[in-house]
């Protein structure tokens, strides 16, 4: 890939959260961390109370780029051929496959966490082989599949708890709060103009790219130069995790592979073909917080992830130069 064609798939990147930003009002931390990972190839897990935009985010990221979106809403008795698909007998001892909507480009798992085992199970083969298995059988999804799956924060009435091994592969955790006060009167002014989160045909958006664009924008990620100091800086951040007193559980080396691959994309959006340490430091939170515990007695006294990590960022020393 030239410096031209790399310059090229950066300002696809840019004009894709410069389009979402119009569109999800006062939500550009999570446009621009949803983003960094659909170009780093990984699942988003967002987190937020009902009505900060989960839903429109991840259809409007769809038109952006004219590929194909499926929302499943998760229950306590969804069964997992209700996401992957069934055969069908269709003739004597003849049987077709009926795709399930786990078949689609970017599919929205609404209350991912109120899934039984089984479920989860299948949504765990989906996430890390980018396949279902069904009867025996093996049927690829599709080159541009992403999980977005939103958890509500406030309501744990007949939820599961996620299993650590499904967290650790979404690439991100993605809060969403709600909207600073000029964007949510933004927002009833689009609404008075024609909007309706329900029509995508009223968000005003303009496909920029396809799922071809979308490869070439990951094929630039890959291309992003990282120094040896900063893999050593990542590597040193993740594996602190599990020796901090405060912190009972630490991250996977999955996730020194996602904080390197969301620092590469983060890097592309700023138009850069080289890492530095803000790139990694402004993602460490979200490729990490769902990954660490933090100690009971600690949590009860009001110590979060977010506040974890940030004192662990404070105790490794960045490269630099």
Known sequence: MTDQEFASQAQVA???ATQLDRVVLGQGEAIREALMALFARGHVLLEGPPGTAKTLLVRALAASLGLGFRRIQFTPDLMPSDITGVNLLTGANAFTFRAGPLFS?????DEINRAPAKTQAAMLEAMQERSVTVDGERHPLSPAFTVFATQNPIEFEGTYP???????RFLIKVLLSYPPAAAEQ???ERVLAGFESSDPASFGVETITDANGLAGVRAAVRRVRVEPSLIEYITTLVRTTRDT???TLGASPRASVALLTVAQASALMDGRDF??????????????RHRIQIAPELELEGVTPDAAIRTLLERVEAPRG
């Open 162 to 168: 996620l299993p650590e091994a499904e967290l650790d």
């Open 186 to 188: 933004g927002l009833l």
């Open 275 to 288: 890492v530095v340490p803000d790139d990694v430091k402004g993602m460490a939170s979200a490729v990490l």
């Open 105 to 109: 480009d970017l599919v929205l798992g």
């Open 14 to 16: 840019q004009r894709l």
């Open 245 to 247: 007193p405060t912190i």
